[in-house]
């Protein structure tokens, strides 16, 4: 497993951007896959976006297709969340997963940082 510590979260307006960072510990950074995932007050947890080991791969939740890109630098052990267009209902805890395999929408990674407050405000 690896250690994931977040950071980046804050309070922005509509439309606003933000860029979420997730520093992982560990040698083997560059054999995971990371992603981002989010859970609202009174909602489930859900999938935001994942990024493959070498970073050629990506997926998005619909709901952020086309606002958030997903990126990492394995030599820097980081993986990035640049949220733009920001809406209200983007208001969540944020929070960086990481799994030797494919996270996908329903998955359970293995190891999860401990969450970053993202505020969107109309």
């Known amino acids: 497993q690896v250690q994931l510590v977040e950071s980046g979260g804050g309070a922005v307006q509509a439309g606003g951007s933000l860029r979420l960072s997730c520093a992982a510990s560990?040698?083997?950074?560059?054999?995971?896959?990371m992603g981002w995932f989010r859970q609202a007050p009174g909602k489930e947890r859900e999938f935001v976006a994942v990024?493959?080991?070498?970073?050629?791969?990506?997926n998005y939740a619909d709901s952020v297709k086309g606002r958030f890109t997903i990126s990492r630098d394995n030599a820097k052990n980081t993986v990035f969340l640049q949220m733009n267009s920001l809406k209200p209902e983007d208001t969540a805890v944020y929070y960086c997963?990481?799994?030797?395999?494919?996270?996908?929408?329903?998955?359970?990674?293995?190891?999860w940082g401990q969450g970053t407050q993202v505020t969107v405000s109309s």
């Open positions: 997963a990481a799994d030797l395999a494919v996270i996908t929408t329903m998955s359970t990674p293995g190891s």
């Open positions: 560990g040698r083997t950074f560059s054999s995971y896959y």
């Open positions: 990024i493959s080991w070498s970073g050629r791969r990506t």
